[in-house]
């Protein structure tokens, strides 16, 4: 883990194992492919 | 999703991702920069999430009866919206939060440029593809930075917006898009409200001065504002203009891009940057994918590949490239059933008050994100409210090259417009081909 990640994860204290789905959605309006 | 993955990624988190998209092995150069950045991917089947994983990360998108989500709650592995992952990363940093229906991906690229050129290093996350940051391994919507600065595009469409608590906020315009005014003005003050230091504002936008802010720098193209530029020029490949004695160059054309990067400069003032060296950040800042893109010229034909889908803008684009050319000839795209539903009576009289009669309008099928539907209306229903331009509705994608080639002569613009669907900019290219 890089330095950044004690300095800016204050709320993620332990190292996540996480899958995203749908990985390849962009934008910040994620929720518009929703129909 | 994928700025996120990015993030955590570089944190040192262990990141996977699943896509139907990978799985119909589309989008390929996409998934090959997440594979190469370290960044695992699954196939998106029943009884597909891997061993190990604590934490699943869906998106509005995601229905809640997804086979994945399903498992996921019967395995006990918690469910998180990227929007919660996010604010988590978000509230805990010097957080920087870029919001509006219109604007917000160029906004957060022009103050990511600006923070580099200052050297302060900023982690950001956004929702466009910041050019300058896209490499081999780098899609470019995001960067981790070694400072304790975090710029984020955050969302009103689906409500997750008053889960962030910037210091510093940006609102660029607020209009009817997904939701109705009444419904975003209760999400936009609350994120007013939970704004530590300052807001920055579009003073020209009615909507957004309506609401109660204690600490405002407010900007505005024209008028009386905190920041006005002066002595404005445009072309079609950007604008200069000088604020406060200092001469600001832009490489993203059109009046809408001015106010957007008053809104990054109004950033940079407030976390002491000095004007020329904000003026060499905006000057670095080479745009967003798919904002008005130039794909080419063939037989004095201009190609354009452009994400714009809500009605303001369609109405800035429009407005745009009118300036390129002598014709317009616009490819649209409508985006899911429902927004389409929702706003076609706004998005035809865009169309109607923003193209003239020697222009062209051709509408593709809706776009088509999966899911459950409603799937009764189709583009045809828009064009019939649309009044003005040349109207043709291209069923297959075929058709509409074939009367483009028939009618495009040199000195026309066309544009490809139409949101989150990569297989249009490759469709913009092959418009650029035919035509070659």
């Not at chain 2, 869906?58 to 604010?87: F, K, Y």
């Not at chain 2, 050297?119 to 300058?132: A, E, R």
């Not at chain 2, 020029?233 to 008053?262: C, E, M, W, Y």
Request: overall charge positive.
């Amino acid at each position: 883990m890089n330095k950044a990640l004690a300095v800016a994860t204050d709320r993620i204290t332990y190292e996540l194992r996480c899958l995203i789905l749908s990985v390849s959605e962009m934008g910040s309006a994620d929720g518009f492919g929703k129909q | 999703m994928s700025a996120l993955a990015h993030v955590l990624h570089e944190r040192g988190h262990w990141v996977g991702g699943s896509d139907r998209s990978n799985d119909q092995k589309l989008n390929q150069h996409f998934f090959r920069k997440l594979l190469r950045q370290g960044i695992l991917l699954y196939p998106q089947t029943a009884n597909s999430l891997p061993d190990g994983i604590t934490t699943l990360v869906v998106s509005t998108a995601i229905e809640s009866n997804n086979p994945d989500v399903l498992q996921a709650g019967a395995r006990g592995i918690s469910v998180q919206h990227r929007a919660a992952m996010l604010a988590s990363l978000f509230n805990s940093s010097f957080g920087i939060g870029i919001a509006g229906t219109s604007g917000k991906s160029t906004v957060t690229g022009m103050v990511a440029s600006i923070l580099d050129a200052a050297g302060k290093d900023p982690t950001v996350v956004n929702g466009g593809i910041i050019k300058q940051y896209a490499t081999r391994t780098r899609i470019g919507n995001a960067k981790n930075g070694s400072s304790e600065i975090l710029v984020a595009e955050v969302d009103e469409s689906d409500g997750t917006i008053t889960n962030f608590f910037p210091r510093i906020g940006v609102i660029t315009n607020v209009s009817k898009d997904h939701k109705e005014i009444s419904e975003l003005t209760p999400l936009f003050q609350t994120f007013t409200d939970q704004t530590a230091e300052c807001l920055v504002i579009n003073g020209e936008c009615s909507m957004v001065c309506t609401l109660r802010a204690h600490h405002a720098l407010r900007f505005g193209v024209e008028g009386k504002h905190d920041l006005v530029p002066e002595s404005v020029s445009s072309d079609a490949a950007g604008s200069r203009f000088v604020l406060q004695g200092t001469l600001f160059r832009l490489r993203v054309p059109g009046k809408h891009n001015i106010a957007n990067a008053l809104a990054a400069i109004g950033v940079g003032l407030l976390l002491n940057i000095p004007l020329p060296v904000i003026s060499h950040g905006l000057a670095l800042f080479r745009g967003i994918k798919r904002r008005l893109e130039l794909v080419g010229n063939a037989r004095g034909i201009t190609v354009i590949d452009d994400f714009a889908h809500n009605p303001d803008k369609i109405a800035a684009s429009l407005a745009t490239l009118k300036t390129m050319g002598t014709r317009l000839i616009i490819v649209f795209q409508p985006h899911g059933y429902g927004p389409t539903r929702f706003l076609k009576n706004d998005l035809a009289r865009t169309f109607s008050e923003g193209l003239r009669q020697q222009d062209m309008l051709i509408c593709l099928k809706i776009y088509d994100a999966g899911g459950t539907a409603d799937r009764s209306i189709t583009s045809q229903d828009l064009l019939d409210l649309i009044h003005g331009p040349q109207l043709f509705y291209a069923v297959e994608r075929l058709e509409a090259i074939a009367e483009i080639c028939r009618v495009a002569k040199p000195g026309d613009v066309i544009a490809v417009m139409g949101a989150r669907d990569d297989t249009l900019s490759v469709f913009a290219r092959k418009i650029l081909k035919a035509l070659t």
